[in-house]
């Protein structure tokens, strides 16, 4: 079981910069896929960047540019940079860990963090 805690939400302005954290239980080199993904109201959940345990990452189209996302492995930390914010990124980011283990692909997710960008 992959315990992931997020922080570092919170409201900004357009064109201002949040940095997301997501903290992992276990160690993320153990963890195939570690991902960002966000969910606005009335909207389904997207995904907004992921990290392969190689290292390999990739991000949305609306994203690309803008976001970067990191990980410090000896601190089982997942990190989300986001520079110009616009109003239309405002949702509650979640942090998923994927985890395969022979054939068994097992999903954990977060609570999320609310990100509202409004002037």
């Known amino acids: 079981q992959v315990q992931l805690v997020e922080s570092g939400g919170g409201l900004v302005q357009p064109g201002g910069s949040l940095r997301l954290s997501c903290a992992a239980s276990?160690?993320?080199?153990?963890?195939?896929?570690m991902a960002w993904y966000r969910q606005a109201p009335g909207k389904q959940r997207e995904l907004v960047a992921r990290?392969?345990?190689?290292?390999?990452?990739t991000y949305s189209d609306s994203v690309k540019g803008r976001f970067t996302i990191s990980r410090d492995s000896a601190k089982n930390m997942v990190y989300l940079q986001m520079n110009g914010l616009k109003p239309e990124d405002t949702a509650v980011y979640y942090c998923?860990?994927?985890?395969?283990?022979?054939?068994?692909?097992?999903?954990?997710w977060g609570q999320g963090t609310q990100v509202t960008v409004s002037s």
């Open positions: 998923k860990a994927e985890k395969i283990s022979g054939a068994l692909l097992t999903n954990y």
């Open positions: 276990e160690n993320i080199f153990s963890i195939n896929f």
């Open positions: 990290i392969t345990r190689g290292g390999t990452t």
